[in-house]
């Protein structure tokens, strides 16, 4: 089957911009127009030339920028003044398109510009003659097109194009429309419009309904050409058409197109997270190709296939839209083979003996916190090599605390022979009313000299990695670490740690010396 070239016009400038809160300068829009290039878009729609001086200067500015390496475009209405400002920011462009247009739906023609279907005609004729007088590349837009009468619509894009537009753009102002329909409208243009071979049919959608992007498909499949699209899916409302998701929709399902676009599908995630960063706006974590989660494998079922072969539940390799590669989000539901594959990752090769009870632990933190990051298992398996031999071990510990009160803390160890001792302190703080505990069960010489806590991974739910020095009677120092989501839990972990070093190291002078 041949494929097709479908044309890709970048509006994230132009009708992304008009996104709440998205407004960018000269300069931002410049850094977006470059990587647009390098993206490999045919078209840049640049910006609205009358409606700021700000607008003028980025089509102007990006517009020399660019040079031949794609078309850009500006945006007016079918007012001669609109035309002849954008003209004006496109006198410096190697490749100008002035874009030009009017509504063409009953709702349009009656509330909004109060015209007959005629005098519409007129205008949007005359609108694009003008254009014309100024660029060979005239793009034409029928206004809330989705909602119009097919007839009258058939009618406005045979007199533009006899007029001269080069590209007919059909949108979906509003996102009314619905793919079966959408699509049957732009089959319909190709079958009744005279003269429709000589221009572009261009799909431009809104997506209110969420259809933006199955709209375009469904346009393409009705035989557009072009699609208008926006980076991460903005522009005015709802949003447009996302470019990233029609883009990797006809890489991947030419079999259904036969039409694909030149992009290069490596630069978009780069793209996303520029456009991202600029505007501010932050794409949700599960937006199709560039979410944070596009390609995060979260259920042990899904884990374990995935590590067998990526292609069990993945249709898109992450390298070909620009990401690292599919992660394994370690979480409650996670399998012991996420988990070992994880580890191995990281560099810890873990005899079967010594993972199960790193596997455990990880459980235990797993249903603590929603997810589990690679510092959290570094400080799990440190954790585990740690408590490999110990005197003692802490099994619970409770604390009271608040203002007011007394902070008290109640602490349960269990030694080597596996006797239980329990015993409760007050302390000036919850940290010194466990240390306390600890203490009158674990009579040994120490003082602290020093105690640091830190947190070792990011969230909320964080864990918490504690560091403590103790000076034995002898001057010795000993270090303990402890890791815990409680830091007071953490905070008895190091003290026990410490506390065993320093055991271990007396019981061993001790049978040196006999
Ligand atoms: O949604 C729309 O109709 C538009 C036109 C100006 C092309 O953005
Ligand atoms: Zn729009």
């Not at 630069?267 to 979410?291: C, D, F, H, Y």
Request: some cysteine; aromatic content about 4%.
């Amino acid at each position: 089957m041949s494929t097709d070239k479908v044309y890709i016009f970048d509006t994230t400038l132009r009708d992304g911009e008009q996104s709440p809160g998205a407004s960018m300068n000269t300069d931002e829009k410049l850094e977006i127009a470059r990587q647009l290039v390098r993206l490999g878009v045919d078209v840049i729609e640049a910006g609205f030339p009358i409606s700021s001086p700000g607008d003028f200067e980025s089509v102007r500015r990006i517009g020399e920028e660019v040079g031949d390496a794609c078309v850009v475009c500006a945006l007016s209405r079918a007012v001669p003044k609109d035309i002849e400002r954008a003209a004006e920011a496109l006198k410096t462009a190697v490749r100008p398109r002035i874009h030009t247009g009017i509504g063409v739906s009953q709702s349009h023609l009656r509330d909004k510009l109060r015209i007959s279907e005629d005098t519409a005609v007129e205008r949007g004729v005359a609108a694009v003659k003008l254009a014309r007088n100024f660029v060979d590349d005239v793009e034409f837009y029928a206004e809330d097109a989705g909602r119009a009468e097919p007839a009258f619509l058939y009618r406005m894009i045979q007199e533009v194009i006899a007029a001269g537009a080069t590209v007919v753009n059909i949108p979906d102002t509003t996102g009314y429309a619905y793919p079966e329909n959408f699509g049957a409208l732009i089959a319909g243009l190709v079958e009744h419009v005279s003269g429709i071979e000589k221009a572009i049919i261009s799909v431009h959608c809104h997506n209110d309904l969420g259809m933006a992007t199955a709209n375009a498909l469904a346009g393409v499949a009705g035989g557009a050409r072009q699609i208008e699209c926006t980076i991460n899916g903005l522009g005015e409302r709802a949003g447009n058409t996302a470019m990233e998701e029609v883009v990797m929709a006809l890489r991947q399902r030419q079999d259904v197109f036969g039409a694909d676009s030149t992009v290069n599908s490596r630069e978009i995630m780069r793209t996303s997270r520029l456009v991202s960063s600029i505007t501010g706006i932050n794409v949700q974590p599960n937006k199709a190709i560039v979410g944070a989660n596009a390609f995060a494998h979260s259920s042990g079922i899904h884990q374990d296939g995935v590590l067998k072969e990526r292609s069990t539940y993945e249709i898109i390799d992450p390298a070909d839209v620009g990401v690292g590669g599919s992660s394994i989000v370690l979480t409650a539901r996670s399998g012991r083979h996420a988990l070992k594959h994880r580890l191995e990752e990281l560099g810890f090769s873990l005899a079967e003996a010594e993972f199960e009870p790193v596997y455990d632990a990880f459980l235990e933190l797993a249903d603590k916190k929603k997810e589990v990051y690679d510092e959290d298992l570094e400080a799990l398996v440190g954790e585990q090599e740690r408590t490999v031999r110990e005197e003692f071990h802490m099994e619970s510990v409770q604390v009271v605390c608040g203002e007011p009160g007394i902070p008290t803390a109640t602490v349960e160890l269990v030694d080597r022979e596996g006797n239980h001792m329990i015993d409760s302190s007050h302390g000036t703080g919850p940290v010194d009313a466990v240390y306390k505990a600890i203490n009158r069960m674990i009579d040994v010489e120490n003082d602290l000299t020093e105690f640091s806590v830190k947190s070792v991974t990011r969230g909320i739910d964080a864990l918490g990695e504690v560091t403590i020095r103790v000076r034995a009677a002898d001057d010795r120092v000993f270090t303990g670490r402890g890791a815990h989501s409680d830091i007071i839990v953490a905070s008895a972990k190091a003290y026990t740690n410490a506390l065993n070093r320093l055991l271990i190291s007396q019981r061993k002078i001790v049978e040196e010396e006999l």
